[in-house]
């Protein structure tokens, strides 16, 4: 088993990972067992307490990512640096947005060394984008999919999954799809929820404006 996670007293999650096990496959565990036993810590804030591995800073940042978006938590612990807290996954790569800014997350692909993604394929339910910058799929994002982009997000087919434009806080960022009827998209930390009988009959694009996300219809400019 590459994953055990057991609660312990005093609210702590212990997540102990088999050290042969490899990074893919502990990621899937963790994933897997904590969406089992969501109901445990549902509105609490346990601390978890990473321990059996040791991971790099990269590998550190983005396990730190799945347990803040996915389950809210953000007290997180890897036996390997107790004291040290990981400075390097808490230092801001906007030094012009305040360190407590909600809005603001780390963001590291394994997958894709590129600033920018171009995805030539549909992205089926749990699969899961990445990018410090910009993410183009030439297909369908459907339910279940995620993208997570710290630029602009553009999809031309069927956008039905998450997508999350300037996720590391920029609000200069866009989400376009032929089809735009996403369970949930983000830009910049705000959130839209779309109604379950939401067509999208015509290409759209959302952007935020005015404090608040804005969609309108995606119109090719005329030739003059």
């Given at each position: 088993?590459a ?22 496959n502990?990621?899937l ?22 321990s059996?591995?040791s991971f ?30 990981f400075?390097e ?10 360190p ?17 993604v ?9 699969q ?11 297909g ?14 553009a ?20 989400v ?16 839209a ?23 309108r ?8």
């Open positions: 088993m994953v055990t996670i057991k609660g312990k007293s005093g609210g702590v999650l212990q997540v102990a990972i088999k050290s042969s096990a490899s990074y893919n502990i990621k565990a963790i994933s897997e067992k904590m969406s089992r036993h969501r109901h445990f810590f549902e509105g609490a804030d346990p601390k978890v307490v990473v059996g591995k790099s800073v990269a590998q550190k940042n983005e396990l730190l990512r799945l347990f803040k978006m996915d389950y809210g938590i953000t007290n997180v612990v890897f036996d390997d640096e107790m004291e040290q807290r400075e996954a808490k230092k801001a790569e906007h030094k012009d947005m305040p407590n800014d909600a809005r603001r997350i780390t963001l590291v692909s394994d997958c894709f060394a590129a600033k920018s171009f995805v030539a394929h549909t992205l089926r339910g749990g899961r984008i990445e990018c410090e910058g910009d993410v183009v799929v030439l369908d994002v459907n339910d279940g999919a995620e993208i997570i982009a710290g630029g602009s997000i999809v031309m087919g069927t956008l039905r999954g998450l997508a999350h434009a300037g996720a590391t806080g920029r609000d200069d960022v866009v376009a799809a032929n089809c735009l009827v996403p369970k949930q998209l983000r830009i910049s930390g705000r959130i929820v779309f109604p379950a009988e939401q067509k999208g009959e015509v290409p759209e694009i959302a952007e935020y404006k005015k404090e608040s996300i804005v969609i219809p995606l119109k090719p400019q005329k030739r003059t």
